[in-house]
């Protein structure tokens, strides 16, 4: 098969050819045609270091022979007809080909072809694709590594100390348990010394065809059939961990041996390639009646949405036989020896069909007013066939009541085979709009959104928990039953707004809002926002305009469910924040000034104070978002000109947390189990995260020899920097993984320099010459390379990371070009 660059000279000749015929094959039909258009081929050459694949993220930064741009226009002088013809970069990943034509007034046709890549990032993988969301691995690697596998039992106790309740402490971190995993350990960095490299990426192809017909005056119907593809692989990860509690310093009476000063963790888990490729196609047909002081559309829009890969099924790499985790004391407790499975599976997106069919119109009315409305009915069916509970065969063979009493492996074990979906969806949206006297004008608008799971609910008999190695017959510890959630719900919108011009240099704007929704089947029955805010608009001169306004929103909860309970599992006093109580302050001004003829100068300022749950305990408890930002330009005389942009964006955010312990051993502490469960305020933390970036761009065109050699440049640096500073607020900390830590600043720059020199040679003929520099970097402290051994403070050793998170690069590209207009 030939490759696609071998295609560009083909292409050019191909356009050339369009160029020069094809106006004259629609003369020779319809008369005399006007043809225009323009071309812009050249050569490039790239040069990047680093990550070539953040370099070339939403691109294509081909090296050689390249054609940029083609456009081709035929207008018919005699008769209506017309053609357009649009290219932009052929045979690159980033292509984009568009025809359109028809008679104007009459019917429109349009093709499109539309490519865009998405690179993630380059990594290594110890596993082989095969195919099908199938990974897989030597079974002599397998082997291998399950025979260095050391178990909880296998480790030792660290030098002979002993916790306060008498018991062997055991550290996985220290020196003599590390030793035991060094043979996992070898084996594993061998292997990732030969491993191959993998792509993490995606590339969308979207394919379009349209058309619509008058049929008689004011009257259109319209056919749109489009059909997209995304193919590739993205990170996803799998994995669990164990935890080994130590210490006890319980002194309250009769609470028993369940405090512990220490976690230690071992980790295990893998990190993916997600196997994507999805084929989502739509169908819209409609009509339309267009009158002077009305008109309606009706639409009927059909979409399918396909998953050629319906699941990801991979080799664990540390156990060849299947086995199962060890429980503790009972099947509701934490499992020992998690994630042993042989093979391991995640459901990817299930393949759906959605009906809408959609009713819109407006209509005007007395008093300089009009009313639009649209009302649409939906509905979504899914019925993919559910996954087997587990692909351990090890589970199906536990005795007594802690297994499943069942083959686990097989679905028709299953209480039913898919989820037999159905979601009904209604949607109204109406605006009024009037003017009833000059000066004022009034804008009332309302939406409904109705959200109808119909699906089925289904209870399970279990499920594979702690790494796909132990039977759970419970949601959680709460001992919630192990089912689905059909979640519906109903959202209303109604805002007012009302301008009225005071003078003729100043409007002032006054508006309300309110939101409701109402959920069910969730940890919240629904929220209510009310709001309002004013603004104005002022022109004192031609050159001045000065623009502001505020709004303040209150949202309050109905029916939160309180934490530790079955219905929900977590911290009492923690709420998702979107649900919880919010306070919202948001204020926004811009100034437009042109002091002098040659300057313009614009300011604007925004901010924005989220403040969320003020009676909950846990969880994100603040946003504040500010910028400023001035940007000037500059144009002395016709052959010369200059801007200058600077912007300056804060964000900072407050979160409360705390560590969990089994149970307070301080009588004198006011707080209770009941009022915060397992929280001891000793153990608390406050988090803040604050974030700077500042943005600054400068620029200039200057005719060097006016009308005919023309500079084009600019320079932008970006520079953003994270800081995370935890503080104790109650001073003491009783568990020791309940300690502030101190982390490391984050900060990425972004720097880029463009610049073009052209040359017209006539009117239709130009050249020039182009550079562009970019330079990304990035200091994160999270970024983990591949499979991260003794990186951490706790022991990875059988957790294996793609190291994909490499982002930092340097690329420079330049090239020559020639435009041709005609």
């Known amino acids: 098969m030939m490759k696609r660059k071998n295609f560009s000279d083909i292409i050019l000749a191909m356009l050339l050819s369009i160029c ?51 456009r081709l226009q035929v207008d018919g002088v005699e008769r209506p007809y017309y053609l357009d013809l649009r290219v932009k970069n052929p045979l690159q990943e980033n292509e984009y080909y568009r025809l359109q034509g028809g008679m104007h007034g009459r019917y429109n046709y349009e093709l499109f072809y539309d490519s865009t890549p998405h690179n993630f990032g380059s990594g290594q993988l110890l ?58 350990t070898s084996i594993v960095k061998n292997l990732y010394d030969s491993a191959n490299t993998i792509q993490f990426g995606l590339k969308r192809e979207k394919t379009g065809f349209a ?49 512990h000063l220490v976690d230690f963790f071992v980790v295990a888990g893998i990190e993916l390639p997600e196997t994507i490729d999805y084929r989502t196609r739509t169908l819209n047909v409609g009509t339309g009646v267009y009158k002077k002081n009305w008109l309606l559309d009706a639409e009927y829009t059909l979409t399918d949405f396909g998953n050629e890969v319906d699941s990801l099924v991979w080799d664990n790499p540390f156990r060849f036989t299947s086995a ?37 119109g407006s209509v005007e009315l007395p008093l300089h007013s009009r009313f639009s409305g649209s009302i649409s009915y939906g509905w979504i069916t899914q019925d993919q066939a559910f996954l087997p509970y587990t692909l351990n065969t090890a589970i199906s063979a536990i005795p007594g009541a802690a297994g499943p009493g069942f083959d686990a ?99 002032l704007i006054v508006d309300g809002f309110w939101e409701d929704w109402e959920r069910e089947q969730l940890r919240i029955d629904g929220t209510t926002e009310f709001g309002g805010g004013g ?52 204020a926004d001004l811009r100034l437009q000034v042109s002091p002098l003829e040659a300057v313009t100068v614009g300011l604007s300022g925004q901010y924005r104070k989220d403040e969320f749950g003020e009676d909950n305990l846990f969880g994100l408890k603040e946003n504040k978002n500010a910028a400023a930002a001035i940007d000037i330009s500059y144009t002395p005389s016709e052959t010369l000109s200059f801007y200058v942009n600077y912007v300056r964006e804060s964000r900072k955010g407050a979160m409360q947390s705390g560590a969990k312990d089994d149970a307070f051993d301080n009588p004198a502490t006011t707080a209770n189990e009941t009022t915060i469960g397992n929280f001891n305020p000793e153990n608390f933390w406050n988090t803040d995260i604050d974030e700077d970036v500042d943005t600054v761009g400068v620029g200039m065109t200057v005719q060097i020899i006016p009308n005919k050699l023309t500079l084009n440049a600019g320079y932008s640096f970006s520079l953003s920097k994270m800081d995370f500073d935890t503080v104790n607020p109650n001073g003491a900390v009783k568990l020791a993984n309940a300690a502030t830590q101190s982390w490391p600043t984050v900060e990425n720059r972004y720097q880029e320099f463009k610049a073009d020199l052209g040359y017209n040679f006539t009117a239709n003929l130009k050249g020039g010459i182009t550079y562009l520099y970019e330079k990304y970097t990035l200091e ?43």
Request: net charge neutral; no cysteine; glycine share 10%.
């Open 409 to 507: 492996t097989n679905t028709a074990n299953l209480p039913q085979q898919n989820l037999n979906g159905k979601v009904a969806t209604l949607s109204q949206s109406y605006q009024l709009t009037t003017k009833p006297i000059e000066p004022l004008a009034v804008t009332l608008r309302y939406r409904y959104y109705e959200y109808d799971n119909k699906s089925d609910n289904i209870t399970f008999k279990g499920y594979s928990a702690f790494g796909d190695s132990f039977w759970r017959t419970v949601k959680n510890d709460k001992n919630a039953p192990v089912s689905n959630e059909t979640l519906s719900f109903t959202r209303q919108n109604a805002e007012l707004a009302v301008d009225y011009h005071v003078l003729k240099s100043l409007t």
């Open 535 to 586: 603004g104005f608009i002022f022109s004192p001169t031609r050159s001045a305009k000065l623009k502001g306004n505020y709004r303040y929103a209150k949202r309050t909860v109905d029916g939160y469910k309180t934490g530790n309970t079955k219905e929900n599992p977590e911290a009492v006093g923690l709420v998702n924040y979107d649900w919880a109580e919010r306070t919202r302050n948001q």
């Open 20 to 70: 020069v015929t094809g106006g004259t094959a629609l003369a020779d039909t319809e008369g005399k045609v006007i043809i225009s258009g323009e071309i812009t081929a050249g050569v490039q050459q790239t040069k990047i270091d680093g990550a070539q694949q953040k370099s070339e993220e939403y691109r294509d930064l081909q090296n050689g022979f390249l054609v940029q741009d083609f």
């Open 127 to 184: 596993l082989n694709d095969v195919g099908g969301g199938r990974l897989l691995i030597g079974d002599t690697i397998q082997q291998q590594l399950e025979a260095n596998e050391v178990l909880r039992s296998q480790r030792l106790t660290s030098g002979g100390v002993t916790s306060t309740a008498g018991g062997a402490l055991i550290n996985p971190n220290d020196a003599q348990n590390q030793a035991l995993d060094a043979g996992m």
């Open 211 to 259: 058309f619509d017909y008058s049929f008689i005056e004011n009257m259109k119907s319209w056919v749109k059939v489009t059909d997209e593809q995304r193919t590739g692989n993205r990170r996803t990860s799998a994995g669990t961990y164990e935890r080994y509690n130590n210490g006890n310093t319980t002194t309250t009476a009769g609470v028993g041996n369940r405090g």
């Open 780 to 822: 994160d402290f999270a970024n983990t390379p591949a499979y991260m051994a003794g990186a951490s403070a706790e022991n990875s050793s059988k957790y294996l990371f793609a190291g994909a998170n490499n982002y930092n690069y340097e690329a420079h590209v330049g090239g020559v070009y020639l435009s041709y207009k005609f």
């Open 324 to 360: 199962t985790a060890t429980s503790a004391s009972g099947a509701s407790n934490n499992a020992f020896n998690r994630g042993r499975s042989a093979l391991g599976q995640l459901s990817l997106a299930p393949d759906s069909k959605s009906h809408d069919f959609s009713l819109s």
